[in-house]
């Protein structure tokens, strides 16, 4: 049975809308960009997201897809992480966060198995949703995203203490601070170190095994774009169904695939004896 000829320029590019999270992310580990749909999403057009990256003007288009400059975010890689804690430690007196309240925690997987028992280590956080449900449900834009770098934060003074970002939040990343009288949250240390000229969170800069990597997911030379989009290991976000667009990506971490990343240029890890 013949077929006929199929020209794409005949027709119609219906956007992206219909492609899927998981689509998006299956073709951006292999360095694909959705640039169309055509026929109903059908057919799909695609262009190299890694060969525009090393483009002369050092990744131009590249910025282009982010909305964000820079577009903070970070990688937790959960085999690096011991459950040590000190993240957590260094957030809270970061932050003045009061012992019933949370910036980040650490969460406990155990696998069970006949033969073996496995223990793994999940740190989370504010996820600073590009498409962020606590910055709609906000009855008085006290909680925002920042134009600028994407960060989610609140502004305490303009807080109610609803608790209805709490509710909208998929992540339970919200805890209502009896100290502040609003709600409150991770902001990416904006407040207390990157807005005074600090390159890392309290949470990364503490880590000893370098399972927090924090940075720019625009910039085409930052480790975090680099291990968000290498083919080595899966990447993936927490809750993908909700499709909140979350700025924090999970993988595995060995250290075999870090090396290749940064072309055999040796992870710096954090000494918290040189303090």
Known sequence: MKFP?????SLKNEGTESVTSHERRNFMKLGLAITGVYAGGKILSLSSLVGTANASEGGAEIVKKY?????????????????????VEACNKTNNVPEYGYRTRILTKRYSGALDKQVEFI????????????????????????PITGIVRMDSKRCIGCKTCMLACPYDARYFSAERHAIDKCDFCWEERLSKGE????????????ARTFGNL?????IVYKLVHQLEEQVWVLRPADDTKPNIFYMKGNMLSVDNILKEQKFKYYDPTKV
């Open 199 to 210: 390159k890392l969170t309290a949470c990364s800069a503490s880590c000893p095994t370098g």
């Open 218 to 222: 625009t910039d085409p030379e930052n």
């Open 5 to 9: 000829k199929l020209s794409l320029d």
């Open 123 to 146: 740190p989370v956080l504010c996820n600073h949703c590009n498409d962020a449900p606590c910055v709609r449900a906000c009855p008085t834009v006290a909680t925002f995203k920042d």
């Open 67 to 87: 909305p964000y400059n820079p577009h903070y975010s970070m990688v937790i890689r959960q085999s690096l992480c011991i459950d040590c804690e000190k993240c």
